[in-house]
């Protein structure tokens, strides 16, 4: 090489002596592009912007449809019908299977329908009543099929033959007679309040427009609140229980459902107390597909005599008599013929 | 021809400028196309395979830990000791992917995302030991909280994972298209630097009636070796990326999914029991996930058609999805239980500990889902791994080869000049 560095002329000896240094440099231009390209990133970045994450039920609605509630007129809803000298038999032939009869019951509502998560059984008020529907029909508490279902089901289920009876904390309305028979009424309830025992809320007519109240979609309770207090947040969920959760975490400032959902809620939280009066009546009564009469009026002698044996006190008294705070009696009951 | 000779010098150079310049620029762009290749082959197993690898394992784990919340739920207030370590492993495993994956994102949308997940993981959690407490203690509203803390996984969790695994894996087949790529600049330069010099070496045996120029020769050669080599690297590091892809993460991509669909299936069958089968939106989303995963033309049909043949995945596909028939039969029995108000047959057929409850197909579903997507893992490391090894050297091999072609055209030109002066 140093022998033709000397011979070489100028432009030769350019080019021949900076082309080995070329690549180097530009690889290594091209090799810190590359590592720079790499390492750029989070170190130039701005935080980002995070939501305080709030849990919600799937399906809640902060802004549900709020037209108030009309009383509804049209007939007089509990007047049933009356059980005369219908029999077991004739009232076993109006069922799916005679063999064994089908219950839509809830097991999610505590202390009426639920599903004692110690024992995994069945237990409630409405379980109680059902059990002694069962005793008295088919002569054997055991000939029960028991069936789940939400409240939006109840109608349907009876129309389909999926199930005999209701009882699963269904008020008994005129538009519900359109659809299904209704036994005479065994519980009176009330919708009223659930609130922190903290909280200085004390109905649901002293609730400000910043407050909210949860209760369930598939409730006439929106239409029922509105009726009494237009300024309060309505929230609905498809499951009343997600209210309970909702209003432990702080997200709504009172739950307003019957007081015998209430009663379940409060039981299981010392810092929660229902108040106010009742701003609604739900009687609750059995439902039947439409034209089973015969099960229904066999049902509404079962009804009365559960009343005067004090099956029916002992339930109450085992279930709802502490959590709701009253002394209460079966109410009496009216026949349409 | 006097005249004609003086000028043959000014020729002379100006033939060496355009073969170094040719020499030069194939130098160049072969280097850098190497370079360049061997960086990305570099980030897939370092920056976007990584972020791949976590989002992947994140996904995967907080869809395990979902499941197996909810089916230690219906257990009671005593989860098995089997179910406990199953939820805190899946709690740990998830935590360090999402580390991890903090550390890997390289987009202001990917920062969100984990951030997003980062917020949520606590909250969820807490949700979960709230439901757990209430359950111990026999308050019903602990279901409550389970079904609070699903809906979160599933509406909100779920989805920022998943679209972090999207961006991540999105990133990874670019790469790979990159690192796929045959250097066609460097080809060409490289062709055209060779054409130059076995012109320059015709022109110059004519010109001076020697047959052989040493140095052009030698440069002829070297450049051959040069075009060898590139080809080579090339063609086998596109080789084995497109393998770490067929046979890595093509399946390692659709198994993960399956993995992932089953978890997410038997969270909403667990769900479907916690609401004491009063809830129809678990049901219509178990059907959804389990139709994804067996039916016709969906998951695990995908796999089979497309690596039934393989030897070492078609074993697992196999049993994946017998596993997953007898479990999808076995869930209508639970639901037909459930309906009928048999609650306790339902959960003990669901998450039982008897050999005949779904549990078992579960788990052999998923383990040998596990056991397949493992594999698969393994054949992407080693597939990049040749790949990134059959670069290396490369770079710098062809400089060297590059710069002593330079040296021997310069020579070798320089020496005919040479004869002009002497």
């Avoid at chain 1, 090799?31 to 720079?36: D, I, V, Y």
């Avoid at chain 1, 000939?143 to 109840?154: A, E, G, H, N, T």
């Avoid at chain 1, 009546?281 to 509404?300: H, W």
């Avoid at chain 1, 339930?315 to 008599?321: E, N």
């Amino acid at each position: 090489m140093t022998q033709h560095r000397t011979a070489q002329p100028p432009t030769a000896t350019r080019d021949g002596r900076r082309s080995p240094k070329r690549p180097a440099r530009l690889a290594a231009a091209a090799a810190a592009g590359l590592l720079l390209a790499a390492c750029t990133g989070p170190a130039n970045m701005e935080p980002p912007n995070v939501d305080v994450p709030t849990p919600l039920p799937a399906g809640i609605d902060f802004s549900p449809d709020a037209s108030p509630a009309v009383p509804d007129t049209s007939c007089n809803p509990l007047a049933s019908y009356n059980p005369g000298a219908v029999t077991a038999e004739q009232a076993r032939a109006q069922l799916d299977d005679p063999e064994q009869i089908s219950i839509g019951i809830s097991q999610s509502t505590n202390l009426m329908g639920y599903r004692d998560p110690e024992t995994n059984r069945l237990a409630g008020f409405d379980i109680d009543v059902a059990t002694a529907m069962v005793k008295a029909i088919m002569g054997d508490e055991t000939k029960v099929r028991w069936v789940p279902m939400i409240s939006d089901d109840r109608e349907p289920a009876l129309a389909d033959d999926r199930v005999d009876m209701v009882v699963r904390t269904m008020s008994i309305t005129c538009k519900r007679w359109e659809n299904v028979e209704f036994s005479s009424e065994y519980f009176r309830a009330g919708q009223r309040l659930l609130v922190a025992k903290d909280s200085e809320i004390e109905g649901l007519a002293s609730m400000t427009g910043e407050q909210q109240v949860c209760t369930g979609a598939s409730s006439t309770s929106v239409g029922n609140i509105a009726a009494v207090n237009t300024e309060v947040q309505p929230v609905t969920v498809p499951d009343f229980n997600d209210c309970l959760v909702l209003l432990q975490q702080g997200t709504v400032d009172a739950v307003a459902i019957d007081d015998t959902i209430l009663a379940g809620m409060a039981v299981q939280d010392p810092t929660l107390h229902i108040v106010g009066e009742a701003f609604s009546q739900e009687s609750y009564g059995i439902a039947f597909q439409k034209g089973n009469t015969d099960l229904a009026r066999f049902v509404n002698g079962a009804l009365a005599a559960m009343i005067a044996d004090g099956t029916w006190q002992t339930a109450y008294d085992t279930w709802l008599k502490v959590p709701l705070g009253v002394d209460a009696a079966a109410p009496t009951t009216t026949y349409r013929d | 021809v006097l005249a004609a000779l003086r000028f043959t010098p000014g020729q002379l150079r100006g033939v060496l400028a355009i073969v170094a310049a040719l020499i030069l620029g194939a130098g160049i762009t072969g280097m850098t196309a190497i370079l360049a290749k061997s960086a990305v082959i570099e980030e897939t197993t370092s920056q976007s395979g990584r972020l791949s690898v976590a989002a992947l394992q994140l996904y995967q784990a907080l869809s395990q830990a979902d499941a197996t919340a909810a089916s230690s739920y219906l257990t009671g207030g005593t989860p098995s000791e089997e179910m406990n370590d199953s939820y805190r492993e899946a709690m740990r495993d998830a935590t360090v992917a999402l580390a991890t994956a903090a550390g890997e994102v390289r987009s202001p949308a990917d920062t969100e995302l984990v951030a997003q997940l980062n917020a949520r993981l606590p909250v969820y959690t807490g949700l979960v030991e709230t439901a757990r407490t209430f359950n111990r203690l026999g308050e019903p509203v602990g279901a409550t909280y389970q079904e609070q803390a699903s809906t979160l996984m599933r509406q909100e969790m779920l989805p920022s994972a998943h679209d972090l695994q999207e961006n991540a894996l999105g990133q990874l087949s670019e790469s790979r298209t990159h690192a796929e790529a045959f250097p066609w600049a460097a080809a060409a330069l490289t062709i055209a630097a060779l054409g130059t010099l076995v012109w320059a070496q015709l022109w110059l045996s004519r010109k001076t009636n020697r047959v052989l120029n040493l140095g052009l020769v030698g440069a002829t050669v070297l450049m051959v070796g040069f075009a060898g080599w590139l080809a080579m690297a090339s063609l086998a590091s596109g080789n084995h990326t497109e393998r770490s892809h067929d046979d890595g993460a093509g399946p390692l991509e659709l198994l993960s999914q399956a993995e992932i669909t089953a978890q997410q299936a038997r969270a909403e069958e667990s769900l479907l029991l916690i609401a004491r089968g009063e809830d129809n939106d678990a049901a219509v989303r178990y059907e959804e996930h389990i139709t994804e995963l067996i039916g016709e033309g969906r998951l695990l049909d995908r796999l089979d058609a497309e690596f039934g043949d393989d030897p070492e995945l078609s074993a697992s596909i196999d049993t994946a999805r017998e596993a997953a028939e007898t479990w999808s039969s076995g869930h209508g029995e639970v639901v037909k239980l459930a309906r009928e108000g048999s609650y306790t047959d339902a959960v003990a057929l669901a998450v039982g500990d008897e050999e005949t409850s779904l549990s078992t197909s579960f788990d052999a579903l998923n383990d040998a889902l596990t056991a397949a997507t493992k594999t698969s893992a393994d054949r992407f490391a080693d597939a990049t791994n040749d790949a990134q090894r059959s670069l290396s050297g490369a770079a710098a091999g062809l400089a060297a080869l590059a710069l002593g072609a330079l040296i021997c055209a310069a020579v070798g030109i320089q020496m005919r000049v040479a004869e002009y002066y002497a």
